[in-house]
Nanobody, 123 residues
Framework: QVQLVESGGGLVQAGGSLRLSCAASGRTFSNYAMGWFRQAPGKEREFVAALSRSGLSTYYRDSVKGRFAISRDNDKNTVYLQMNSLAHEDTAVYYC????????????????WGQGTQVTVSS
């Protein structure tokens, strides 16, 4: 089992920045590819960013490219999502997820999920 706990969400004005963190425990963190997903009210959960086990490979949805950056610190068992130039459309609950093989944009491919952290961007 892997336990994931997100933090760092909050209320920010459009154009501002937030950094989300996801702390993992339970298994060897470096064995897991990580992903960030989000779900806005009334919408389906969608992929945001993913990161390989080494941290050397990343993948983003088009709408966040150049604004968001995913990274990890395997010594701290933590994955981050730096979000810049936030827009109202980024408002959602953000979830981190882990899977034991390659990173993926498919939510169904992930085995473990955190509880989520709310990000609200005021326009």
């Amino acid at each position: 089992q892997v336990q994931l706990v997100e933090s760092g969400g909050g209320l920010v004005q459009a154009g501002g920045s937030l950094r989300l963190s996801c702390a993992a425990s339970g298994r060897t963190f470096s064995n897991y590819a990580m992903g960030w997903f989000r779900q806005a009210p009334g919408k389906e959960r969608e992929f945001v960013a993913a990161l390989s086990r080494s941290g050397l490979s990343t993948y983003y949805r088009d709408s966040v490219k150049g604004r968001f950056a995913i990274s990890r610190d395997n010594d701290k068992n933590t994955v981050y999502l730096q979000m810049n130039s936030l827009a109202h459309e980024d408002t959602a609950v953000y979830y981190c997820a882990a899977r034991s093989t390659f990173y993926s944009a498919d939510a169904d491919a992930y085995h473990y999920w955190g509880q989520g952290t709310q990000v609200t961007v005021s326009s």
